[in-house]
């Protein structure tokens, strides 16, 4: 079992749809949640980052986190094309030590027109 | 402009040869990261740093060394042991924050480093 995955996708929304993007992870013990967005041929930018149950929103954005269930998730709502994007979620696993991050392979999001 | 700036953009070596990988912070980070992305693919940890003159290994290390003898700069060399160097090259950076507050900071990336083989 990977440490932290991701569905490939692509998962495709029409615009204007809600995008939900699920990641799991391993380690129970894991503490804090990170979603990056990846532009092809960028870098990864901070979306949002979440360390309690529940929901956080910010702007179009949501991440909700399970920690019994070990998952935590991304919603995108009015999703635009420019949302078009890789998003990785990164995981700070107890395991891992000190502040490393270990990283989904990404699911790659289409909106489309 | 505070920030992470990685150079060169774009990176050819020969084989045989050893390439350094600029990275440099403004924002007084603590720790810096260097991470390899293949296609496709997430990212791996090559090696990180928490503070000055001291470093760790991560998932991936052979065939690649770094320094840390300031806090602004996280240099990356590839060796000519590092068989399959071609990849996409990210550094990053986080705050240290209060008590805890290191395990919840997050890390802000460069814009990165291709590297490619002649």
């Known amino acids: 079992q990977k440490e932290v995955e991701q569905n490939s996708g692509p998962l495709s929304v029409p615009e204007g749809a809600i995008a939900s993007l699920n990641c799991t992870y391993s380690?129970?013990?894991?503490?804090?949640f990170f979603w990056y967005r990846q532009y092809s041929g960028k870098s990864p930018e901070l979306i949002m980052s979440?360390?309690?149950?529940g929901d956080k929103e910010d702007g179009r954005f949501t991440a909700q986190l399970n920690k019994a269930s070990q998952y935590v998730s991304l919603l995108i709502r009015d999703s635009q094309p420019s949302d078009s994007a890789t998003y990785l979620c990164?995981?700070?696993?107890?395991?891992?030590?000190?502040?490393?991050?270990?990283f989904g392979t990404g699911t790659q999001l289409k909106v489309e027109l | 402009d505070g920030g992470i700036t990685q150079s060169p953009k774009y990176l050819f070596r020969k084989e045989g040869q050893n390439v350094t990988l600029s990275c440099e912070q403004n924002?007084?980070?603590?720790?810096m990261y260097w991470y390899r992305q293949d296609p496709g693919q997430g990212l791996r940890l090559i090696y990180y740093?928490?503070?000055?003159?001291?470093?760790q290994k991560g998932d991936i290390a052979e065939g690649y060394s770094v320094s840390r003898e300031k806090k602004e700069s996280f240099p990356l060399t590839v060796t000519s042991a590092q068989k399959n160097p071609t990849a996409f090259y990210l550094c990053?950076?986080?705050?240290?924050?209060?008590?805890?507050?290191?395990?919840?900071?997050?890390?802000?990336f460069g814009d990165g480093t291709r590297l490619s083989i002649l």
């Open positions: 979440i360390y309690s149950n």
């Open positions: 990053a950076s986080s705050s240290k924050g209060a008590g805890n507050g290191l395990l919840n900071q997050p890390q802000h």
């Open positions: 924002l007084n980070h603590d720790a």
């Open positions: 990164a995981v700070r696993l107890l395991t891992g030590g000190g502040n490393k991050l270990t």
């Open positions: 380690d129970r013990g894991s503490q804090s």
């Open positions: 740093s928490q503070i000055v003159n001291d470093f």
